[in-house]
């Protein structure tokens, strides 16, 4: 058995989570003396978003040295006391590793830039202008060209993100050796595993051809799950995973069922599973810059295809938040029923197959945050697309898709409880809080028996108790239903109903069994009755 399967796993965004010295920064001793609030809610696994020393262009996904932690968040030694609190507590951590890019400011680049004679020129993707014009036609995933002008080369560098996270050259061996010593590193310090970023960008096809069609999903195979992913993973397996017991969930764009399959097959274990994006396209196309109504189809559809085609052969992973992504209980649930649509998500997604993810202050029903000026926004994705909008729209209209689809609106400071700034720190907060804390924080869920959070904490006990949570098999029912989420799991002779109305309506329906016959383990509400109330959701266990 592999313990992965057994995760429970939260996301922690360091910078938002709890500062310990009210620098407005949340930082690794805010992690430490939170720790019993993670134990408490049951998670066995944390995900930390990065804290290494980074200029924060990208908020740490731009990596200026691997090895060490940024000053604003604390020291090596930190860390370690912060990984000994935490195995000490039963709980597993694993690290973001960012190895498609790295900062323009990380010494290899800063070398590499210089000239090409650099023994670091080729740790990176430099290029002549093609006929006076950019190499090629790539974006990057953050809006514009995917390559910037260096002067003392006269060449163009690649950067699939913003222009300050240069992509590495992983057809260099030296380079891949010297990000197998950076795994080791942490490795040999104790973290269990990594959430592998844009991983399956590493791998840019001979030639760096221009790709056809629509921008970045014209780029799979060519620089999405590019020809030598299997190699660099391969290698990667055979001279550091396999050395250690350890997990990786490789975080993957644009990725289907059948690809992912190519990297965490049982006995393929390039990776142990993969995030995919697919059921995020419920509520938008291809992007979320590109919004549209929310369907319940559009999100079960995705979610069903992963868990038909995993099934047995691989291992899902389940969210609907993280720090790139807008809050779920407002892009899926229903701010009217905002108690009541937490839970029934919570219930929705934590019942599948698969290993699921909480991402900070899900577990108690934050919110997007809304803020009404561009200054007020630090994202660098958010001003970029800002600028693309205005091409187009007025000031105001874009301002709408920005309070619609900012990553910000996931990266509020953690709202704690009730004094100033959410408890989030007594000095002004990098990002604001959300002026909701006063009603959403958790010190009024942890008091509440009803609250989200003690709504999760019994999901994730009950996950604990019944093997067929995580090992049953899944079967959907109605899937052609926009208002009705209703799917089975059944494991050595037990079975599972999840029922849930995603309507702000009465919902009445066909129960297929009969339900005398089962225990009703979880409801959202007090009441049980033979048909829905809004946002109900509720989980039976009986025989088969
Ligand atoms: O959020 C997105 C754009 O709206 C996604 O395309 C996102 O950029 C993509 O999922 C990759 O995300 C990861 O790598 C980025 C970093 O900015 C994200 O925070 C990280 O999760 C570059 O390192
Ligand atoms: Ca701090």
Request: proline share 6%; aromatic share 14%.
């Given at each position: 058995m592999r313990w992965y399967k057994e995760s429970i796993v939260y996301q922690i965004y360091p910078r938002s989570f709890?500062?310990?010295?009210?620098?407005g920064i949340g930082d690794i001793r805010g992690i430490i003396q939170k720790l019993d609030y993670l134990k408490d809610l049951g998670v066995n696994t944390i995900w930390l978003s990065p804290i290494y020393d980074?200029?924060?262009?990208?908020m740490g996904y731009d990596?200026?040295?691997?090895?060490?932690?940024?000053p604003e968040y604390g020291t090596l030694e930190d860390f370690k006391e912060m990984l000994g609190e935490m195995h000490k507590r039963g709980i597993k951590l694993i690290m973001d590793l960012v190895i498609n890019h790295t900062s323009d400011e990380h010494p290899w680049f800063l070398e590499a830039r210089?000239?090409?004679?650099?023994?670091?020129?080729?740790y990176y993707i430099f290029k002549k202008a093609k006929e006076g014009k950019k190499p090629n036609n790539w974006k990057s995933f953050f809006g514009g060209s995917a390559w910037e002008y260096n002067e003392a080369t006269d060449e163009y560098f690649l950067h699939l993100?913003?222009?300050r996270q240069p992509d590495l050259n992983w057809e260099n061996p030296e380079l891949r050796e010297e990000v197998k010593k950076i795994l080791k590193f942490w490795l040999d310090l104790g973290v269990d595993g990594f959430r592998c970023d844009?991983?399956?960008?590493?791998s840019k096809k001979e030639g760096l051809p221009s790709t056809k069609g629509?921008?970045?999903?014209?780029?799979?195979?060519?620089?999405?799950?590019?020809?030598k992913m299997h190699e660099y993973l391969q290698e990667l397996k055979k001279?550091?995973?396999?050395?250690?017991d350890m997990f990786t969930v490789g975080e993957c764009v644009l990725i289907d069922p059948k690809t992912a399959l190519g990297y965490v097959e049982e006995g393929i274990d390039e990776l142990s599973m993969v995030f995919h994006?697919?059921?995020?396209n419920a509520d938008c196309?291809?992007?979320?810059?590109?919004p549209r109504k929310f369907k319940l189809r559009r999100l079960k559809k995705p979610l069903s295809k992963w868990q038909y085609a995993l099934v047995d052969k691989g291992w899902n992973s389940l969210f609907?938040?993280?720090?790139?992504?807008?809050?779920s209980v407002n892009r899926f649930g229903n701010l009217n029923f905002h108690l009541e649509s937490a839970k029934m998500l919570a219930t929705y997604i934590f019942s599948q197959k698969g290993t699921p993810y909480i991402y900070q202050g899900q577990e108690i029903g934050m919110t997007n945050?809304?803020?009404?000026?561009?200054?007020q926004y630090q994202d660098v994705e958010t001003h970029n697309m800002y600028k693309i909008l205005r091409r187009f729209f007025s000031h105001k209209k874009a301002m709408k898709y920005v309070q619609k689809s900012s990553r910000d609106n996931s990266r509020?400071?953690?709202?704690?409880?009730?004094?100033?700034?959410a408890g989030f720190s007594?000095?002004?907060?990098?990002l604001e809080v959300n002026p909701n804390y006063l009603g959403i924080n958790a010190e009024e869920n942890l008091k509440n028996e009803d609250s989200i959070f003690n709504y999760y904490k019994k999901l994730i006990r009950l996950r604990k108790k019944y093997p067929v949570f995580v090992h049953g098999d899944y079967r959907e029912h109605?899937?052609?239903?926009?208002k009705l989420a209703y799917y089975e799991r059944n494991y050595k002779g037990k079975k599972l109903l999840i029922i849930c109305n995603f309507s702000s309506k009465k919902l009445y329906f066909n129960?297929?069994?009969?339900?005398?016959?089962?225990?009703?383990?979880?409801?959202?509400?007090?009441e049980d009755f033979d048909y829905l109330l809004p946002y109900q959701a509720k989980i039976y266990l009986g025989d088969y």
């Open positions: 709890k500062d310990s010295n009210n620098d980074s200029p924060l262009d990208d990596i200026r040295n691997y090895c060490d932690i940024l210089k000239s090409v004679n650099s023994p670091y020129h080729d993100f913003s222009k844009v991983i399956n960008l590493l629509l921008p970045i999903i014209s780029g799979k195979g060519i620089y999405i799950d590019g020809p001279d550091v995973f396999s050395k250690y994006f697919e059921h995020m196309f291809l992007t979320k810059w590109l609907l938040e993280n720090h790139d992504q807008p809050r945050a809304h803020y009404t000026r561009m200054d509020t400071p953690m709202q704690w409880n009730r004094n100033k700034n007594e000095g002004k907060p990098w109605y899937a052609r239903s926009n129960a297929i069994y009969d339900l005398n016959k089962f225990k009703l383990l979880l409801n959202n509400y007090q």
